[in-house]
């Protein structure tokens, strides 16, 4: 079963709007991870925050984690077209490279 | 650099055949783990192999099998397929150290008919 959910499942947004997606997860992580899924496509690595971080950026995307509520969310701000696809959450909670994935969101942005 | 390769890209079997499907990691990394991909149950992972042993397994049925060679490659095979072993396989690969992000393939569509 999945570690955790994603919220919402589908997002549709207007070019240069903010979108942001939610995740939740259920056991105490080392990580958490955040993809980017083009449709057929493998999946991209976006960020990646580990358990004693609260907040990463990395060029539009900004990510926060807040294991007391056992939640993380991205920000992808000025969207763009480009942007279309389905995001997931993945967490690593246990030695070696093991990664459970949320249900993702997509995200369809609007030119 | 060149990125994680998989292959074949696409395949279609029957009912009670087997598969072998085949990823070649970013040079340098020792950790290869797959994952399956499908509609009804996103992506669920399978198995985690590190410098030729493996290192973590997911709930899968015993059809469905790994291993690593010396050079990192990695093939995984399942037997017996059925139709509910269709699906997008993919494969990642690290440096297999903590807190690595994962570097995918564009993954095997196998569809059984």
């Known amino acids: 079963s999945q570690q955790g959910e994603e919220d919402p499942q589908a997002l549709s947004i207007q070019e240069g709007e903010n979108a942001t997606m939610n995740c939740s997860y259920k056991t105490s992580i080392n990580n958490l991870q955040w993809y980017r899924q083009n449709s057929g496509r493998g999946l991209v690595h976006l960020i990646l925050i580990r358990s004693n971080e609260r907040e990463k950026h990395s060029g539009r995307l900004r990510v926060t984690l807040d294991t007391s509520k056992k939640s993380s969310s991205l920000l992808i701000t000025a969207s763009r077209a480009a942007d279309t696809a389905s995001y997931f959450c993945a967490t690593q909670y246990n030695a070696g490279n093991m990664l459970t994935f949320g249900g993702g969101t997509r995200l369809m942005v609007k030119p | 650099k060149a990125g994680v390769t998989q292959t074949p890209r696409y395949l279609i079997k029957t009912r009670g055949q087997q598969v072998t499907l085949s990823c070649s990691p970013i040079?340098?990394?020792?950790?290869v783990s797959w994952y399956q991909q499908t509609p009804g149950q996103g992506l669920q992972f399978l198995f985690e192999?590190?410098?030729?042993?493996?290192?973590n397994k997911g709930n899968f049925p015993g059809r469905f099998s790994g291993r690593q060679f010396s050079n990192s490659r990695s093939e995984m095979n399942v037997s017996t397929l059925e139709l509910g072993d269709s699906a997008l396989y993919l494969c990642?690969?690290?440096?297999?150290?903590?807190?690595?992000?994962?570097?995918f393939g564009d993954g095997t569509r196998l569809s059984i008919l």
């Open positions: 040079s340098g990394h020792r950790s």
């Open positions: 192999y590190f410098s030729e042993t493996q290192r």
């Open positions: 990642a690969s690290s440096f297999g150290t903590d807190n690595q992000p994962q570097h």
